[in-house]
């Protein structure tokens, strides 16, 4: 969606939808709870092997909620590593 013109737009559920969770950043609106380069807020990337989940940089190869993708809990006390759950267990 385009913002260049009304940045405000992005915050606006009733133009945008997505308005609530996205912000302004060079004419189009980024969904801050998604998107890598934007998780959070406007500009706010995250680093290298990390991705967006629910506006939180997360780290998807070791992290037992997220693992291999965001929101993939790994079951009971198996760990995550390298994205995979109960790797070599």
Do not use: I
């Not at 997505?18 to 995250?46: E, Q, V």
Request: proline share 4%.
């Amino acid at each position: 969606m385009w913002c260049d013109r009304d940045p405000s737009v992005c915050l606006d559920r009733e133009k945008n939808p997505w308005g609530g969770t996205t912000c302004c950043f060079r004419k189009f609106c980024k969904d801050t709870m998604s998107d890598s380069s934007h998780c959070g807020a406007c500009g706010r990337a995250c680093g290298y092997g990390r991705a967006c989940c629910d506006g939180y940089c997360v780290d998807v190869q070791n992290d037992p909620y997220h693992c291999g993708s965001c929101f993939e809990e790994c079951p009971g006390e198996t760990k995550c590593s390298f994205a995979m759950c109960d790797y070599g267990g």
